[in-house]
């Protein structure tokens, strides 16, 4: 489609002085580039490595800001070492890499769902170099061919997964995919809840939406997030990871330099502003929330939550329901630990659990897929 300059000023609200020609191809521009998005077709057909077939669908896996902090070792024959990588932590608003080990977590099971598909066993041994530090490894996976393996319908819903962060419908969660999602969710010790009467929806979304402030509010927690926006298509192909703003308005702000990593880190700019609207937006809009708890917080139980985690979010995928986690008021820095402490209320978490992941679910279009490294700049060989 094509608009006129004034028309297309007129999106903008006015306000904003666009250099722009006559005739804008609106669609297109910043649109998500073909090469971040090229691993969601799975490995290609010259990859006969089934360490490098599953690991070509285990980087589709959620992971927090998109950092992909995964690093894996192939000098083994026949195993694969995974490692986090410690120049993609979030130091800030996961001072314990609690999240990052919950990315992993999910890493490995898409890696096990994938092997199995392609008639490979994995066997996972968790730290095997005892517990984990950046310098020790997450997990060492073997692979053993094996026949008559199933394959889990999970796995078709890999490339159709998204984490879904703009506003759902006003659709409320139907009660046949709450019971399916509860029903087929298997890790009994790390209890799952959904919840979805107005009145619980309503006080979390005011916690949700305290946290969220609090972070943006903060200047060294929002600054991490700005540290991995990736404002504009061309950003976006160069980085493949991180926070992905795209769009004909991106583009129009840009131009008007309006979309800079000062302006959203400064707040009353129309980048700063627009960040929080956008991230308030859905949480207005969500209908039901769901947890996952767990009674203690090791290393291998935050792994197991990752692993929990993407199954229900596949399961989501499955029956057409979006999710989308929020993690801010669950973040273990000072600032956050009262309304951490009054989110863990509300969720009815016990002292001394924790609140591993909580999410709004719903439904929503599809926004498309997110951004992935190539697979060789994780891997050594
Ligand atoms: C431990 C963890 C925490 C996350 N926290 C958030 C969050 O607070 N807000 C959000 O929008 N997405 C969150 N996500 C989702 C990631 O942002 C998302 O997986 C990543 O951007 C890649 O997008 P995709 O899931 O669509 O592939 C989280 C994911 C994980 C695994």
């Avoid at 006080?203 to 504009?232: C, F, Q, W, Y």
Wanted: charged share 20%; aromatic share 6%; glycine share 8%.
């Amino acid at each position: 489609m094509a608009v006129s300059r004034k028309a297309f000023l007129r999106i903008l609200g006015g306000g904003i002085v666009v250099a722009a020609g006559a005739a804008i191809a609106v669609p297109r521009l910043d649109a998500m580039p073909a090469v971040a998005v090229e691993g969601w077709r799975g490995p290609g057909p010259d990859e006969t490595d089934p360490r490098r077939r599953a690991l070509a669908w285990a980087l589709l896996a959620p992971n927090p800001h998109n950092l992909q902090s995964w690093a894996v070792d192939l000098s083994q024959p026949g195993a694969i070492v995974l490692h986090v990588d410690a120049a993609r932590l979030l130091s800030q608003t996961d001072p314990f890499s609690r999240q990052i080990l919950i990315g992993h977590g999910c890493f490995l099971e898409i890696l096990g769902l994938a092997a199995a598909a392609d008639g490979y066993r994995t066997e996972v041994t968790l730290f095997p170099e005892g517990a984990w530090s950046l310098d020790r490894p997450v997990a060492r996976v073997v692979f053993t061919r094996q026949s008559g393996l199933a394959v889990d319908p999970l796995f078709a819903e890999v490339p159709r997964r998204r984490t879904v962060k703009g506003g759902f419908d006003a659709r409320p969660l139907e009660a046949a995919h709450k019971a399916l999602l509860l029903s087929g969710y298997a890790a009994a010790q790390l209890p799952l809840v959904l919840v979805d009467d107005a009145e619980s929806v309503d006080r979390l979304r005011a916690l949700a939406i305290a946290g969220s402030e609090m972070e943006m509010n903060t200047p060294r927690t929002h600054k991490e997030s700005i540290d991995v926006v990736r404002i504009g298509a061309a950003e976006i192909a160069a980085h493949r990871d991180g926070i992905s703003l795209k769009g004909p308005m991106i583009w129009a702000l840009r131009q008007a330099g309006q979309m800079t990593p000062a302006k959203a880190m400064t707040p009353g700019t129309l980048a700063w502003d627009g960040g929080r609207d956008y991230a308030l937006a859905g949480y207005t809009s969500a209908r039901a929330f769901g947890w996952i708890t767990s009674a203690d917080n090791a290393r291998p139980t935050q792994i197991a939550t990752g692993r929990a985690f993407v199954r229900l979010q596949l399961a989501a995928t499955a029956l057409g329901v979006a999710l989308q986690p929020h993690s801010q008021t669950l973040q273990e820095y000072p600032e956050m630990a009262a309304l951490r402490t009054a989110m863990h209320r509300q969720t009815g978490t016990p002292a001394g659990a924790t609140l591993q992941m909580f999410f709004r679910l719903g439904y929503a279009a599809d926004p498309g897929p997110s951004p992935r490294r190539a697979l060789n700049s994780f891997v050594t060989a």
